[in-house]
């Protein structure tokens, strides 16, 4: 009975590689990042952008406007989601009527929020200018969390958001994410109590990653059998019909691929999606590292439809033949050098490899 599923989820994970290298040469964008600011009025351990560290910055809504009428007018916008972000996007005074604005010109937009600045009003304000799904984190239980996120009362406070949220109703998908961490990787047992006492629609669990602020907390990092034993939580609740899953990053072989998310791994950054940061940089996936490398232009200087079509060339072809040791694994043909946010620029090298963690050098399951 394994053999023929881990044979069914080979055939499925071929069909996925084959998209994969189609997308190197036909990209699709379905996901347009916005990073409207980097201004955060928290400051969590393990922040992929640096809040806090990095110089404020907002990207001004006539300079929102006039790209969003492009990206309108150059592609399909009925199959994109418009993805906003930060720092939290709600500290922009002028929220509502970038928000509002995108709406009516006929933008479908989600969010990812810390939820401290959503109350009933605000809940009513997000459904009437069309939010449709919305992501908060959740990073362990309230005292954790609060240690997580610098700030004392930040989890009360979120957690509000989230009632509010669902008090109002309207939207499409209210999600809570937790990035698992060691410090509470032993929490998930009772916080999954908490979520089921919610009527969210998902709760997404990903482990910590080596990038931005987490990487001055080597001590967060899961070992390899924290990672294994987040997977085997996931797997065992979707098993009971629970509404949970795994971030999107990482190959995580024969075991786990399709039992802890409802997808087969692809990393679509610069294939599927675009981000604009709060500094009018065109880049792939926000969470990637921002260098010369990764940054592709500036919406300042440059046309972003042309930017789409004509550069992005890092991201659409192989990450795993830039290193020596990915282009000889077995597995290349569907991890690829894995995911670009967890990639090492400098060295062409992923800072984090499911080899050895979840499956063996052959590939297979350990």
Known sequence: MMADRDAL?????????????????EPRLQNLFLELTTRCNLRCEHCGSS???????????????DL????????????LLLCITGGEPMLRKDFFDIMADA????????????????????????????????????????????????????WQRAMAGIQALLDCGGFRHVMITTVVTRRNIGELPVLYEVMKGLDIDAWRLTAIEPIGRARLHPELL?????????????????????PVTYGCCHYLG?????????????????????????????CACLDIERNAKT????IYRDD???????????????????????????????????AHHSWDYDRDEPRLCMRGILFDENGERL
Not at 9 to 25: G, H, S, T, V, W
Not at 68 to 79: C, M, Q, T
Not at 254 to 282: H, K, M, N, Q
Not at 308 to 335: D, H, M, Y
Request: include cysteine; aromatic fraction near 8%; proline fraction near 5%.
């Open 9 to 25: 989820k080979a055939e499925y994970l071929e069909a996925r590689a084959d998209y994969r290298e189609q997308l190197f040469r």
């Open 51 to 65: 809040c806090g560290d990095v110089p404020p910055a907002d990207l001004p809504a006539p300079v929102i406007h």
């Open 68 to 79: 969003l009428v492009k990206v309108r007018r150059d592609f399909d916008i009925s199959g």
């Open 103 to 154: 709406a009516a010109l006929g933008y479908r937009w989600g969010m990812t929020s810390n939820a401290t600045l959503i109350d009933a009003a605000a809940a009513r304000r997000l459904r009437e200018t069309g939010l449709r799904t919305i992501s908060v984190s959740i990073d362990g239980l309230e005292a954790t969390h609060d240690a997580m996120r610098g700030a004392p009362g930040a």
């Open 222 to 242: 899961l070992t390899p059998e924290d990672h294994r034993r987040v997977l085997r939580f996931i797997r065992e609740e979707r098993q009971k019909g629970q």
């Open 254 to 282: 024969p075991e786990f691929e399709r039992d802890v998310r409802d997808w087969f791994y692809l990393c679509a950054a610069g294939r599927l999606v675009a981000s604009v940061t709060a500094e009018g940089d065109i």
């Open 295 to 298: 940054i592709q232009g500036s």
């Open 304 to 338: 972003f439809t042309q930017v789409w079509r004509e550069r992005f060339g890092i991201f659409r072809q192989s990450l795993a033949e830039r290193n020596p040791t990915c282009c000889a694994c077995p597995v290349k043909r569907f991890c690829d050098g894995d």
